[in-house]
């Protein structure tokens, strides 16, 4: 699961940089603002990628996909790119659940299909 959303994570990093140099154009936003909260965004989703496995990673990363979401009243196109990294986070968290379980079964069955060297 790590794997899978530690490259969504990554991948977001991306768009949020984007998103903020788009954000600059607009002339209510002070440039100080927008890269404020960019890169406190940009670096959640960096830090995100080594505590995803930790107890609550899972929900931060979708609070995180919210955010990304609302993001789109600044910038009109992250409704549609927030939508997508959320159904990638969806994606990531429920098939790299399921790679974990059959990686944890593979490994009992090698375990057992091994000869004892005692």
Do not use: N
Request: glycine content about 10%; some cysteine.
């Amino acid at each position: 699961m790590r794997t899978l959303c530690a490259s969504t994570l990554i991948g977001e990093v991306f768009v949020i940089g984007f998103a903020g140099l788009v954000a600059m154009k607009d002339p209510d936003l002070s440039t100080g603002t927008v890269w404020t909260v960019c890169g406190i965004a940009m670096f959640l989703c960096v830090a995100l990628c080594g505590a995803v496995t930790r107890p609550g990673g899972v929900a931060l990363g979708w609070a995180l996909q919210i955010a990304l979401i609302a993001s789109g009243f600044v910038v009109p196109a992250m409704f549609f790119l927030g939508v997508a990294f959320a159904a990638l986070w969806w994606a990531s968290v429920h098939y790299g659940r399921k790679i974990d379980e059959a990686k944890a079964r593979f490994a009992a069955q090698a375990e057992a299909a091994a000869p004892d060297a005692a």
